[in-house]
């Protein structure tokens, strides 16, 4: 059963792909939202860099377009 999970990064990581998915299509909070829930996942799985990457892409939408 354990192996038909998947992988908690690999879930953070679909989250930041979805965000950049949302962003594209104009959807800023949709996309904050996914940034935000992949960047605690990386923190609690001790991933800093990615924390990082997902929390500097939340700082560009933030900014005026």
């Not at 992988?7 to 935000?36: F, K, N, Q, S, Y």
């Not at 996942?41 to 377009?65: K, S």
């Amino acid at each position: 059963l354990r192996a038909s999970l998947p992988a908690p990064i690999a879930v953070a990581r679909v989250r930041m792909h979805l965000a950049e998915i949302l962003a594209a299509a104009g959807d800023r909070a949709g996309a904050e939202l996914e940034l935000t829930a992949a960047a605690e996942a990386f923190d609690a799985l001790q991933a800093p860099r990615l924390r990082e990457r997902c929390l500097a892409r939340r700082a560009t939408l933030a900014e005026p377009a």
